[in-house]
């Protein structure tokens, strides 16, 4: 097909005399109507255009948050330009197809799913990072689908001018940026990796779903007839795929190729019959992508030199976003956890399959498949939903025939129809992002217009006073939705510019103001975490100055309060975030020594975040890290309480014994979990059983060979368990991985001096000094082994710390 930028077309010229002044009149009105459709096509022009390449800085999500305020303003204008012209037309021009059930039907899903969500807030709005399953997503996609539908009359040819202009400007600004070639000078814009859709997969996916359709177009420019941008942006999306050379990017560009030979062959079958040609060079391009595909992937191609900065996405596994799913259907089988709650999913039915892994403490906002995605969200509903959509379009896609034999053009529909094949196979192969989502309801748009696309139904409401009084509560329904999700957008919008120049913030007090400015305009528990911390952080700072002001004592007083309220009020926005009560329970940990009983909220919280994200050992661990703690700060205070000491070393055991507990039920959950089972080792030690702590550090020392400290305090529990040769090796090691380790060289060196080597023992203080030149205790000590004074026997080489 051959595109052309659009040209304008003239205004009805309206000549009569008085007798046809009612037809002038009725065409008049006609005339306003069109000039509001008009508006509304153009605003769908922009919109189209700009939504792949649009991002604004100003926010904590660049490219999410900002496409998602720029498609609710797309479609509650053009909604609004569209209602004003039914309104003044008198007369509903509409076209029915049967994408528009799918439409209707996904909607219906995601707004039930919506109502019965776990949490309404992130159903409605989503996630500053995942926005496009939201309901006001989905429901800004369905306005923008049925005025494609309705107000273009050309077949979607400009439409898939306009996309695939877009598109091919987004191509070539990835590929330039994997290439190091930086457009756009913005600190977060200087990175290989960045693009304006998202990831690179999400940039290879869309290049792989718009192939077909840059294949089978022709884009030319006004002035420059011989540059086509359909086939610019080909080229493009091939060097792309060729790039990230990924199995599913493939799978999907291939399955469009075959499909679009497919069509091609029936349309050539029909032609032949009429004397037409056969011309099989029509299926050059997509059998050359076919091949370089399954070659490529064959040989297993990888441009190291351009791909080894790139990246790594890291996504859950088809089986373990399939337990997800099943887990989010056995709690909430009808409606599942609701849109944009994968993530509470996955911490409840899938947090336990990382236990063991490096990614144990990772939490995963999408599954691996859209359509994986959508069950955890929907339940049965949302399945039902998206089966009606899948078998609506294979059912039009497979009508390719008869659709070409009644007069739809071939040349138009294989590459649309082509499109639409690689977008469904993508749904069940990758997890879509506000881009990709939009890509798709284009595409069905295009696919209603290019078969449906002749003469609109007419309905004069005038003439019917129940159509009449509908279509003007419509438009003042419509008004009110439009602004009401405006506005609701706006300031969420707001609210992210104001977190996200707090945490670019230095000063404490400035970061606390626009985070209470964020709060003001939209309350999210991600804002009140971070209020939470802030607040504690000038706590900390109150806590130091050298300021003793009259209020001080005030100041202190009210910093605890704010900073334990608003981790409080997080949980209660959310109650299902185990981030949530994780922050409550480090909030309560920080106060040990200034709140009663804090250290036993704390463990609560930590415990309630555990309940929510089952499998997660970390929560255990920081439970027996903060009583390793507690367990210090009692011995502390025992050495200095005099008649008093009994009662805190009484605290200091019970507080071992909580630590160890809570260790051992970490490492039972996670048994290679590295850090308690050091932290284990610490409480051993601390409690005497010195064989035990050696016991857990060689669990994990031929996994941190290479790990100098972790050497050093093998040396030292080796050396005080008897094991003298196996602490003069432990430290060697340690000073060979780490030469400027003075402590490590310092008991090297006495036990070179308690088996009276005294040059080796000479040698390692004489190292120390290279970067302690005045440390006096090692001067000393060099003197007295250059004498042949030893402290060996009597004494103990761990009992000398100098450094």
């Known amino acids: ?65 900002s496409k998602q305020t720029l498609l609710v303003g797309m479609a509650g204008l053009g909604l609004i330009t569209w209602l004003l012209g039914i309104v003044i037309s008198g007369q509903i021009k509409f076209r029915t197809t049967i994408l528009d059930r799918a439409v209707v039907a996904l909607l219906i899903g995601t707004a039930a799913a919506s109502l019965f969500s776990v949490s309404r807030g992130k159903s409605l709005f989503g996630l500053s990072i995942s926005l496009s399953e939201s309901l006001i997503t989905v429901l800004a996609l369905s306005i923008s689908y049925f005025l494609m539908v309705n107000v273009f009359d050309d077949r979607g040819r400009k439409l898939r001018t306009v996309l695939l202009s877009s598109l091919t400007l987004v191509l070539m600004f990835g590929l330039l940026q994997m290439f190091s070639v930086y457009v756009l000078d913005l600190s977060f814009t200087r990175s290989r990796a960045f693009n304006t859709v998202g990831s690179l997969n999400t940039l290879g996916l ?24 359909a086939k610019v942006g080909a080229v493009a999306g091939i060097a792309v795929l060729v790039i990230l050379n990924w199995w599913v990017l493939w799978t999907v560009a291939i399955a469009g190729m075959v499909s679009l030979i497919a069509f091609d062959s029936v349309s050539l079958a029909l032609s032949s019959r009429s004397g037409e040609r056969f011309n099989l060079s029509r299926f050059l391009m997509p059998m050359v992508v076919i091949v370089l595909g399954v070659f490529l992937m064959v040989v297993g191609f990888n441009l190291d030199a351009v791909k080894k900065n790139f990246p790594v996405e890291i996504s859950p596994s088809f089986n373990l976003s399939t337990q997800v799913a099943k887990g989010a259907l056995s709690e909430n089988l009808l409606t599942g956890y609701g849109p944009e709650n ?17 990614l144990s403490n990772l939490k995963f906002y999408d599954g691996t498949s859209q359509i994986i995605n959508f069950i955890t969200s929907g339940g049965i509903l949302m399945a039902l939903a998206i089966l009606f959509m899948v078998g609506t379009v294979t059912y039009v896609l497979w009508r390719f025939k008869e659709h070409v034999s009644s007069g739809v053009n071939a040349h138009e529909a294989s590459g649309v129809f082509a499109s639409m094949v690689a977008v469904t196979l993508g749904l069940f192969l990758y997890s879509f992002n506000t881009t990709l989502m939009f890509t798709w309801y284009s595409l069905l748009a295009m696919t209603s217009l290019v078969l449906w696309g002749g003469p609109k139904r007419v309905v004069n409401i005038e003439d019917r006073p129940a159509f009449s009084l509908a279509s003007s509560l419509g438009f003042i329904g419509g008004l ?23 945490q670019l913030g230095a000063d404490t007090s400035a970061v606390a103001g626009k985070i209470v400015a964020a709060i003001n305009w939209y309350p999210s528990d991600r804002y009140y975490r971070e209020a939470s911390q802030v607040s504690l952080t000038m706590l900390t700072e109150e806590l130091r100055s050298s300021n003793r002001s009259a209020d001080r004592a005030a100041r202190i007083q009210n910093l605890i309060i704010s900073s334990r309220d608003l981790a409080i009020q997080a949980t209660r926005l959310e109650p299902r975030e185990s981030n949530n009560w994780f922050n409550l329970g ?95 080792a610490a409480v051993y030690d601390r409690q005497g059983k010195i064989t035990d702590a050696i016991k857990q550090i060689e669990k994990i020392a031929p996994f ?85 004074i030893s402290a060996f026997p009597p004494g103990s080489p761990i009992d000398e710390q100098p450094l």
């Open 586 to 680: 480090s909030i309560y940990e920080s106060l040990i020594g200034l709140v009663e009983n804090a250290d036993t909220l704390a463990e609560e919280a930590y415990n309630e975040a555990a309940s929510l994200r089952p499998g997660d050992a970390s929560f255990a661990n920081r439970i027996g890290s903060m009583y390793l703690g507690k367990a210090e700060l009692q011995r502390q205070l025992a050495r200095s309480a005099g008649v008093n000491a009994d009662r805190f070393l009484r605290d200091t055991d019970a507080a071992l014994l909580k630590a160890e507990d809570s260790f051992k039920q970490a490492i039972e959950t996670s048994s290679n979990y590295g850090l308690a089972i050091y932290n284990l």
């Open 704 to 788: 941190n060979a290479q790990d100098p400290n972790l050497m050093f305090q093998l040396g030292l529990l080796y050396y005080r368990a008897g094991r003298k040769d196996d602490s003069f090796n432990a430290l060697q090691q340690a000073v060979f991985l780490s030469p400027s380790f003075a402590n490590a060289r310092w008991y090297l060196g006495l036990l070179f001096e308690e088996r009276n080597d005294f040059p080796n023992a000479i040698a390692h203080m004489e190292k120390i000094l290279e970067n302690n030149k005045d440390n006096d205790i090692v001067i000393k000590k060099i003197e007295n082994l250059r004498k042949g």
């Open 206 to 229: 869309l290049a792989a779903i718009a192939l077909p359709l840059f294949i089978k177009s022709r884009i030319s420019i006004p002035r420059i007839p011989f540059v086509d941008i």
């Open 480 to 502: 009110i939705g439009v602004l009401t999700g405006v506005y609701f957008i706006t300031i969420h919008y707001l609210a992210d510019v104001d977190f996200a120049k707090a």
């Open 342 to 358: 994968f993530s509470l999913a996955f911490d409840k039915y899938g947090a336990r399959a990382l236990a063991n892994s490096t």
């Open 1 to 65: 097909m051959r595109m052309n930028f659009w040209q304008s077309e003239p205004s009805p010229v309206v000549e009569g005399t008085a007798e046809t002044a009612s037809v002038g009149a009725d065409l008049v009105v006609s005339a306003k109507a069109e000039r509001y459709d008009s508006f509304t096509r153009w605003v769908l022009y922009v919109g189209l255009f700009l939504l792949p390449i649009f991002f604004l800085p100003w926010t904590t999500s660049v490219l999410e948050l």
